[in-house]
């Protein structure tokens, strides 16, 4: 697909997110929950934050996408995690995974790669850094944050794809998407986003969204990627800080078109 189709592709994904309003059940972290919830309901999917051993399979079944995060993760919430996994490999509904801190600590690690080996994973999205880690490339974290490029993690994303059958998708200042063959990078996006905490988990989240109504996970990616990115520079050029960032980029979420998004997704090969 050229990246003009991949473009158009983007703004008739979030033309059907908004027309089905997708279930996107989310088994995710303290700190973002709030954030995530919101970006979602602004972009137009119905967000769930559940993660009880008792009801996270009968949630799925009403979902659309399962979006995992480990940003603060219990064994608990890990076993939750691969309940509901489980049952969605079962149903056929697609689930990506965001590693948090992955390479930071051991618990971390060694949980994102056993949710990797039990569950069928369609995108893992993280940084750099979170990448490496799971491609045993002697990769490391700072806390949660990445100390690497995402040039420095392409050979290992790539090679995490092949191994794993799955999409990376590495955000940063140039994001990238890889099945393993082909590579993609979304350019959309601002500085400002850094300033707000969770908005990498929030990339995953709308990836999640757009996962539940297209069935290709590189394009449900690269759309993603593009529809957050782009909010987040139409919002920073209306805003004075992060504060008033925060605001407009969820302002931006529901105000933008699917032309909008096809017109302004800044998409090539590499």
């Known amino acids: 697909m050229s990246p003009a189709n991949m473009a158009a592709q983007a703004g008739q994904d979030l033309a059907r997110l908004r027309q089905q309003k997708p279930l996107v059940h989310n088994i995710t972290n303290l700190v973002v929950m709030n954030f995530n919830a919101n970006a979602l309901l602004a972009a137009g999917a119905s967000p769930v934050m559940a993660h009880a051993h008792e009801e996270v399979e009968e949630m799925v079944r009403l979902a659309g996408a399962l979006v995992l995060n480990i940003g603060t993760l219990t064994p608990h919430w890990v076993q939750s995690m691969e309940i509901a996994g489980r049952q969605a490999n079962q149903l056929g509904i697609p689930v990506i995974l965001d590693p948090v801190g992955a390479g930071a600590t051991r618990l971390r690690t060694q949980s994102a790669l056993r949710l990797l080996q ?88 709308m990836m999640g969204a757009f996962l539940a109504v297209q069935p ?18 139409r919002a920073a050029a209306a805003s004075r800080g992060p504060g008033s960032f925060q605001v407009a980029f969820l302002d931006e979420l529901m105000s933008l078109t699917p032309d909008d998004l096809s017109a302004g997704a800044l998409i090539q090969t590499s």
């Open 118 to 205: 039990q569950i069928k994973i369609s995108v893992v999205r993280g940084n750099a850094s979170e990448v490496l880690s799971l491609a045993r490339s002697g990769g490391g974290t700072k806390g949660v944050d990445s100390i690497h490029g995402v040039d420095e993690a392409v050979e290992a994303a790539g090679l995490l794809a092949r191994e794993l059958g799955t999409v990376i998708a590495i955000t940063g200042q140039r994001d990238l998407v890889t099945d393993g063959q082909n590579q993609w990078r979304v350019a959309n996006g601002h500085a400002m986003m850094g300033s707000i905490t969770g908005m990498g988990c929030a990339a995953t989240a």
């Open 216 to 233: 290709d996970p590189v394009a449900a990616a690269v759309g993603g990627l593009c529809f957050l990115g782009l909010a987040g520079q």
